[in-house]
Each structure stands twice: as C-alpha cells, then as structure tokens.
C-alpha cells in the first residue's frame, strides 16, 4: 500500500470520491499467473460478469482471454472491447428467447459465438425450435452445463455446483437435453460446462466435480465423437490477505490426474476455464472519503461509499480491507512503517439510509471529515454491480497504468440520467 497510496490519492484529487481504481500491474500479473496455470491449448476466457468495465474486458482480450457473457448486454460490452465472435462464449441461467434469436443469427450470418451454453430442457427445447426457424445453413456449438452436486467449501451463496442450486442439469437431464439439441437444425453438441463455486477455499469440491464431469463426458461421446468440450468455469479465490487460500496452480494440478483415468477416445480434446474474481478482484481499489467520525459504542467512521459501489458485504457479508490514505488531513503513512503508528478499531459504514450498508471493523488511524481510505480487492463485482439507489451517480473507473498515469476509463454517471 505504501507504493500505490500516492496514486490512490492522485486519483480522488483528478477524479473526486468515490473513485474506483484499477491497477494495470496487478492485472496483468493475474493474467500471467493465470496462463502459467493453464498454459494452451487451454481455452481461457474473462466472466464478464465480474467486472463489466470496457477497457477492462479489452485489456484482458488483448492478454489472450476471450469473453464469458450471460446476456446480450455482457456479449455487447464484449464485442465493444473488440474480442470477437468466436472468443464469445453465451452462458448463463438467465437467457430468454431474444438472447437465444442473437445466438442463432449470428451463426446464420457464420459469426456464432464460440459456444453457447444450455441449463435445462426447457431451454435446449426453445434453442432447438429457435434455431428450426432461423438458422439457415448456419451451425451452433453447444454446450450443457451439468450441475455436479457437490459441496463447496464457500460461502452458501455461493455454493452454485450445490444439488439445490438453479444453476444446471442433472446428468440424466443433460443426456435428454443432448438428443433434443442433436435433433434440431444447425446445432452441435460439442461438450459439457460446469462450474463449482465462487470464492474456493479447497480443491476438494472443484476435483469431484470434473471428474463428474469426465465421466457424464466420456458416456456421451461413446455415441457422439464430436462431444469433445470440459469447460471447468472458474472459482479461484480472492480472500482477505490474512486468510490462506489455495492459489490457481493448485487448482490446475488437479486436472491431469483425472483426465487419465478416461480412456484416451472418451477425453475431451479441448479444455476451458473461465474465472472472473480470480483475474480483477485484487486489481481493484475503492477510494472513499470520510463524512463523519464519531463515538457511538466504540468509533464509527461513516464514508462516502458503500452498497451502492461495493454491495458485497452487504449482499453476503464479504470482508474487504479497509487502509487510511489520509490521517487528520495528511498522506498516510508517509513513509513511515505503518507497524510504527497508532490505531485503533473503527466501524466503517456507507452513506446509504439502509443498516446493512456496514463494511466490517478495521483498525485505523485517527481520521476526520475529508480524509481518504482505500477499500482493497474490489476489482471484482463492485463497477457491475453498482447501482444508483439513493439517487447516486455510478463512481468514475480508472486505470493507473505500470508508468503510473491515471487514465479514465468510464466517466462517473450524471444526475441528469436519473429517474
């Protein structure tokens, strides 16, 4: 924090509060440290989803990763930042018929996404009647995303390879789904999509899954060779600094093992993983500034952002480290070894009029009104998730380059927008 406090400051000067900040470096060493993990001919694509910043998704193509979008707005923002078509994978629970009418015209027009991904029967059914009508002498990859039930060791709500998620089909579904898909005009089935969970504190859960992967895999392509597709989505964890966590590596090692015990003819001859928190979150930084200081059971500092930027804690309790830029209007720490610098716990709450706009207990040092903090690791689920309840203008996102300019990649959102 010492070396990038300056910068962090810099920016709530140029931009005001709240500002979020991206730091170049760290995201490219995420990237890095991604591909060293899975090298090629692993197929590797950004979850759109967790950070919907333009630049940030283009930054991320031109690293190598494609896009993983869940609607027409996401698969937008993607085309926007210049991936293209066929680094596109179309996933998501959420798709409605209009998004499926995209899918298949873009194959007509021999622009289809890389693949795209069916969670239930009803929606394999509507692909198939869809793309009868429309898709001419176009063709469509299609993936089946299998729920692998099993138990994450994460956060419950996050929990979405969990038997009771809505997330994927049974393996007896995914069978049925294929035969409908096989049916319909212009579709392939190329392979299976699952994912185990976010923020995964073990690689237990993340193993069992692929395996039950392979093996829903290899059965079916004993009748179909062209079956050939594991995309393994993502989940590699972002905790707080003191917290241990399994690192990427760790994940990966746990493939070989298991692509082994299939038979050489029944493995998938192309290999996916798509993470999202993994590649932005610890890139990111919320800079606030402190609106009230005051005793109430203890100190309580009340900044200048909150649920509205970062809904994560108040969504499912996440912690995010929160550091003093500023002490009683000076840079902190100066230079000076924060060890050597007196604290003390303060709870730190949003300006939102809700109670749950709480962002945990920190120990900081004395502050007052108009001094600057740092909100770390919110580079992931905080500028996709912001909202403008209460009336506020979504926050400015910037990107603070390894030269150490400030570059503005989304402008902060105008009043004049709202209502």
Not at 51 to 78: C, F, K, P, Q
Not at 303 to 317: F, N, Q, W
């Amino acid at each position: 924090m010492l070396e990038i406090g300056s910068a962090l400051r810099a920016a709530a000067r140029r931009f005001g509060s709240p500002v979020a900040v991206t730091d170049v470096a760290e995201l490219v060493s995420a990237a890095d440290a991604l591909t060293a993990a899975f090298p090629d001919p692993w197929l590797r694509t950004f979850s759109v989803k967790a950070n919907d910043v333009t630049a940030i998704v283009g930054l991320l193509g031109r690293l190598g990763l494609g896009a993983n979008v869940v609607s027409r707005g996401e698969w937008a923002i993607a085309a926007r930042a210049g991936i293209p078509n066929d680094r596109v994978t179309l996933e998501g629970v959420g798709k409605t018929d209009e998004d499926l009418r995209v899918a298949v015209r873009a194959a007509r027009a021999d622009a289809p996404p890389r693949w795209l991904a069916v969670e239930s029967a009803d929606e394999a059914r509507a692909l198939a009647r869809i793309a009868h009508a429309a898709i001419g002498d176009g063709s469509l990859d299609v993936l089946f995303r299998l729920n692998p039930g099993v138990v994450p060791d994460t956060h419950v709500n996050l929990a979405v390879g969990a038997a009771s998620s809505k997330f994927g089909m049974t393996g007896d579904e995914v069978t049925a789904a294929v035969a409908m898909v096989a049916a319909g005009r212009g579709l392939r089935p190329r392979g299976i999509h699952l994912h185990v969970g976010s923020q995964l504190r073990s690689v237990d859960a993340w193993r069992d899954g692929i395996r039950r992967g392979l093996a829903l895999l290899a059965l079916i392509r004993g009748s179909w060779p062209e079956f050939d597709t594991l995309d393994v989505g993502g989940g590699f964890p972002i905790l707080p600094l003191d917290e241990p966590a399994p690192d990427v590596g760790l994940f990966a090692r746990e493939v070989a093992p298991l692509l082994e015990n299939v038979p050489a003819d029944r493995r998938p001859s192309r290999l996916a993983i798509e993470p999202g928190r993994a590649l932005v979150g610890r890139a990111g930084y919320l800079v606030a500034r402190v609106l009230h200081v005051r005793e109430r059971e203890g100190r309580q500092v009340v900044i200048d952002a909150g649920m509205t930027e970062l809904i994560r804690p108040a969504l499912y309790g996440a912690r995010h480290e929160i550091l003093a830029l500023t002490s009683l209007g000076r840079p902190y720490p100066n230079g000076t070894a924060v060890a050597t610098v007196r604290t003390s716990p303060a709870r730190v709450d949003g300006p939102i009029c809700e109670s749950t706009d709480h962002l945990g207990d920190h120990e900081l040092p004395e502050l007052q009104r108009g001094d600057l903090v740092a909100i770390r690791d919110a580079g992931a689920y905080a500028a996709s998730l912001a909202s403008t309840y209460n009336g506020r203008a979504r926050p400015p996102q910037v990107l603070l380059e390894p030269d150490g300019r400030l570059v503005l990649a989304r402008r902060r959102g105008s009043t004049a927008t709202l209502g």
